[in-house]
C-alpha cells in the first residue's frame, strides 16, 4: 500500500490532554513529504489558524464535514443544513437549558457546552423528523445533518485535491472520526480514543493523543506507506 496524503484530527489527537499543541507531533507533522489535511469538530477559522501555525498548505474539515476549504481561502464551501439544526435546537431548548457554542461562526452546525442529558437529549429527538444527529466528541456536543460528517467532507475535499478519500490515511480519537475511517484508505485510532473510533481502525496506537499521533505517523514510515 502507498498513501498520498493524511487526514488528521486536532482536539485529542495532534494535541497534549490539555488541548495544547503538542509540539513533537507538530514536528512530526512538519517532517512529511506528503500533504496533511486537519480535520475538526470546531469551527472553520480555528481549523484554518491550526494549520497555519503547524505550517500546513491550509487544506481543512471542519465543522463536522459541514465546512472544506483549501489554501486558505478565506470564504470557504459551506453546507446547507443549519435550517434544520436550529429547528431541532428550538425543540430541545423547550426541555433543556441549552448554551451554544460559537454561535457567530458556525454555518452548518450547531454545537452545545456538554452540561445536559445527552440520551435524554436523543431519545427526544427520536420523537420528531428532524434529519439530525447528536454528537459527543468530548469537547461540545453537535447537533448536525445526518447527510453531513468527516467522511463526507473528506470525499468532497479530495476531490478538490485532485484524490480520492481511499488515498488519506486518517488519525482521530473520537466517535466523530468513525465516517472519516471508513472513507479513507486506513484509519489509526490514538490510545486515548473512544471505543467507537478504535473498533472501526485499523490499527490502535500504544501512546496517547499527540505521542499517539506520532507513533501513528511513523508506524506508516516503517511500512512504507507515505
Not at 50 to 77: F, H, P, Q, W
Not at 197 to 203: L, P, Q, R, S
Not at 215 to 222: K, R, T
Request: aromatic content about 8%; overall charge negative.
Amino acid at each position: 500500500m502507498k498513501f498520498k496524503a493524511i487526514v488528521v484530527d486536532i482536539d485529542g489527537t495532534i494535541t497534549c490532554e490539555n488541548r495544547e499543541l503538542h509540539l513533537g507531533a507538530v514536528k512530526k507533522i512538519r517532517s512529511l513529504k506528503v500533504p496533511v489535511v486537519l480535520a475538526t469538530g470546531n469551527i472553520l477559522c480555528y481549523a484554518r489558524t491550526t494549520s497555519k501555525l503547524i505550517g500546513l498548505e491550509g487544506a481543512v474539515i471542519a465543522e463536522n464535514g459541514g465546512a472544506v476549504t483549501v489554501r486558505y481561502d478565506l470564504n470557504g464551501t459551506f453546507e446547507e443544513s443549519l435550517k434544520e439544526c436550529e429547528k431541532a435546537f428550538s425543540f430541545l431548548s423547550e426541555h433543556f437549558k441549552l448554551t451554544k457554542l460559537d454561535p457567530f461562526y458556525r454555518k452548518t452546525e450547531i454545537a452545545l457546552r456538554r452540561d445536559f442529558d445527552l440520551e435524554k437529549a436523543r431519545a427526544l429527538l427520536e420523537t420528531q423528523n428532524f434529519d439530525v444527529e447528536m454528537v459527543d466528541t468530548k469537547y461540545a456536543i453537535h447537533i448536525k445533518s445526518t447527510r453531513i460528517n468527516k467522511g463526507s467532507g473528506l470525499r468532497k475535499l479530495a476531490g478538490m485535491m485532485e484524490l480520492e478519500a481511499e488515498d488519506f490515511v486518517a488519525i482521530g480519537d473520537s466517535e466523530n472520526d468513525a465516517e472519516m475511517f471508513e472513507a479513507a484508505g486506513f484509519g489509526i485510532a490514538v490510545a486515548n480514543g473512544d471505543e467507537r473510533i478504535k473498533e472501526v481502525a485499523n490499527y490502535v496506537t500504544e501512546a496517547s493523543f499527540g505521542d499517539g499521533a506520532i507513533e501513528a505517523i511513523e508506524f506508516l514510515e516503517s511500512n512504507g506507506w507515505i
